[in-house]
Structure formats: structure tokens, C-alpha cells
């Protein structure tokens, strides 16, 4: 079943401004993964965050992992419009089995 | 490298009938995902196979579906028979085990109507 949680479920914004997205889990990891799902590219891998890692970039992409807390947040900065799409975190636990969240809704406004 | 090939893209079928979808990894890859997408919702993994083994079906209703994957590389996922509520987008995903990390590559996906 999935059992990350992202939050918030939709979220509207203006271009230029920062989106900033939560994930929350319930089992242990060994890697933390963010995808992004746009009509037109499909389901992409964006970021990939270790256990052991409590912050990462990627260009305009910055990931935190709080393991203690067991969430993560994805934050985009200066977002665009081609940034509209939806945003799901995974759990890749240990086991080799990966548990998807349901998913944050992105809108951003021109 | 070529990415994830799956087909048909789009597929219409009438309840009770069935109708069956194929994947080619990236090469090299020997992890394959079956994920089923319903509109509005998250991927929703059906199978993961590690070559030609399961690792996860646990949420597979194996009554009508099953998937298999003979020589490790491609993998065929049928429905037999299809409900109306099976309608939505088929996924397939590989990833490559030694990064350890079991990043996924995404095929386009099958749209199936269930009718």
C-alpha cells in the first residue's frame, strides 16, 4: 500500500516564487526519491536523497531528509511555468521494495 | 541508451475481455516495475520482478492479473478478464541494481478503456 504522504495535495503559485513540497513515511529507508509527472515527459526521476544525507541540490532542486521526523521536503526555487505537474516521493526501503506517495499537485501561474 | 519501450500506447477493450501489454527495460536493467496509474491518482506498483523473480505483487489482484517476465529482460502484464474499473494507465519501470539506489526509468505507458 502507499504509505508516504505528501502534503500539500495542491498547491498554486506565480512564477518566480518558491514551491516548497512535504513527504512523510512510516518505514525506514535506504533512499528517498522524488518524481516529477507532466503530460507531456511522463513520470521522471528528479532527486535522490541517502539515508545518511540530510540535504542535497540539484539546479533550481533542493531536498531535505529528516530522519528522525521521518519526512523529507522538495523545494523548487524560481519556479516556471514547466514546472506544473505533479511531484510524488518514493521510499526505497531496504527490503528492495518502494513505496510511493500520493502525490502533490503543482500550478504554476505565468 | 534507449529508454523503456512499452506497447501498445493505447488500448480500448470491452469488459470480461482481455488484453495483455508488453515491456522492454533499458538494457542492463534487471529490476522491472508494473505500476497501475488511475486517473487522478499515484502509481499504484503492481509487480517488481529482480530478473525473472518476484520481489513484490502483494497489491496484484492475481484473480485477473499476472505478469511474467521468462528470460529476464521483457516482461508481458495481461488482465483476464478486464473490469470496467481496470481502466487507467499501465507503467513500466526498470532500474539497474548496481547503483543501489533503484532509480526508475519510466516508459510512455499503456492507456487502457475498459468499456
Known amino acids: 500500500s502507499q504509505q508516504g504522504e505528501e502534503d500539500p495535495q495542491a498547491l498554486s503559485i506565480q512564477e518566480g516564487e518558491n514551491a516548497t513540497m512535504n513527504c512523510s513515511y512510516k518505514t525506514s529507508i535506504n533512499n528517498l526519491q522524488w518524481y516529477r509527472q507532466n503530460s507531456g515527459r511522463g513520470l521522471v526521476h528528479l532527486i535522490l536523497?541517502?539515508?545518511n544525507e540530510r540535504e542535497k541540490h540539484s539546479g533550481r532542486l533542493r531536498v531535505t531528509l529528516d530522519t528522525s521526523k521521518k519526512s523529507s521536503s522538495l523545494l523548487i526555487t524560481a519556479s516556471r511555468a514547466a514546472d506544473t505537474a505533479s511531484y510524488f516521493c518514493?521510499?526505497?526501503?531496504?527490503?528492495?521494495?518502494?513505496?510511493w506517495g500520493l502525490g502533490t499537485s503543482l500550478a504554476v501561474n505565468p | 541508451e534507449a529508454g523503456v519501450a512499452q506497447s501498445p500506447r493505447y488500448k480500448i477493450i470491452e469488459k470480461r475481455q482481455s488484453v495483455a501489454f508488453w515491456c522492454n527495460p533499458i538494457s542492463g536493467h534487471a529490476t522491472l516495475y508494473w505500476y497501475q496509474q488511475i486517473l487522478g491518482q499515484g502509481p499504484k506498483l503492481l509487480i517488481q520482478?529482480?530478473?525473472?523473480?518476484?520481489?513484490?505483487d502483494s497489491q496484484l489482484p492475481k484473480d485477473r492479473f499476472s505478469a511474467e517476465r521468462l528470460k529476464g529482460v521483457d516482461s508481458t502484464l495481461k488482465i483476464q478478464p478486464a473490469k470496467l474499473e481496470d481502466s487507467a494507465v499501465y507503467l513500466c519501470a526498470s532500474s539497474s541494481p548496481f547503483s543501489g539506489n533503484y532509480e526508475q526509468y519510466f516508459g510512455p505507458g499503456t492507456r487502457l478503456t475498459v468499456t
Open positions: 518514493v521510499n526505497a526501503g531496504n527490503n528492495r521494495k518502494l513505496i
Open positions: 536523497i541517502r539515508s
Open positions: 520482478f529482480q530478473n525473472n523473480g518476484v520481489v513484490d
